[in-house]
């Protein structure tokens, strides 16, 4: 059964054009080809980037925060309560009017008081400002060093100016070569830690949509490699790291309150954003890859499934651009005081803080040392 499903897994009509096959992408003549078996590596390498994530974040980041100032606020805790906090981690973080009634029965407390608690729960759970300084830092210093490390491998490839080359003489005649081989090593260990450590990263309001750029992103890179694809992948990853090193700058500066230099930095991500995701993306490689195979071979199964996945790239750009353009929007018209993608929630008033509040021993009890809710 396993050799049946391998067998239909990797039959050529389903990754290769009409007339071609595995052989025909073995090595010889001084070519070499790109092979499955180079892609476990990357699981190797993404450990060694998550180790490398942490050190850099410890040994690096966190005295470049504390030398530029950043540091955690100190805030109230939600005081200890069974009966709350079950509720808390079993049903919802936001509990309806209707439980809140409920539960304000069984705490023998007032509405405002269980409202009060799970704000200052929720803002408990909420990563600190120096937290998100490390995530940040950690992120820029790798889009940068692969941004530079793709321009290096790509800038004297005339693939790089002129996308017809991206099919000249495929497959067959597209030897790998060396910096292709580990610009794609590297980018796809990365985003394997990415997916590996989603579950301790910051979770942000698109917590979802980059779930799915991080599984289209490997899909998509994984097939490109497979298939011979490696001229065009290495294009689609040099234009996302060329937007992405311009968001973490902006967010380092946000942390850092050089709100100016956090401002124009953040102009200049929009705008490359835009350029790079919603023109260069769509109307050079999307073509490049929807027009110019069909010119050399018939319409295939990778043809279709390699053209859906870049379009499940585009349809993320397209979120993330209206998220960008209500950010610009408030920068433009009014404060930009936060990043839409982020978890933020607005930190309740002290005037919020009533008498009968104070007074009750269930809600008033408990340690008001805590993290900051500080968004970005």
Known sequence: MLQMISDWFWWDRIWLPVNLTWSDLEDKEGRVYAKVSDLYVTILYSMVFLIMRYLFERLVATPIAAYIGIKDKVQQRAAHNPILERYFHSHSRNPAQSDIDGLSKKCCCTRRQVERWFRKRRNQDKPGLQRRFREACWRFVFYLSAFIGGLIALYDKPWFYDTREVWSGFPKQQSMLGSQYWYYVVEMSFYWSLVFSVAFDIKRKDFKEQIIHHIATL??????????????????????????????????????????????????????????????????????????????????????????????????HIFWAYLILRMLKKFLFGNLTGDERSDNEEEEAESDTTEEDEGHPKIRNGSRAGEADTGH
């Open 219 to 316: 899909t998509l890179l994984g097939f490109s490699w497979c298939a011979n694809y490696i001229r065009i992948g290495t294009l689609v990853m040099i234009i996302h790291d060329a937007s992405d090193v311009l968001l973490e700058s902006a967010k380092l500066f946000n942390y850092a309150k050089w709100e100016n230099t956090c401002n124009v930095i953040f102009v200049a991500f929009a705008i490359v954003f835009i350029v790079t995701r919603l023109i260069i993306f769509p109307f050079w490689l999307i073509h490049c890859t929807w027009v110019y195979p069909v010119l050399s071979y018939p319409p295939f199964f990778g043809y279709y499934f390699f053209n859906v996945m870049l379009v499940v790239l585009l349809l993320l």
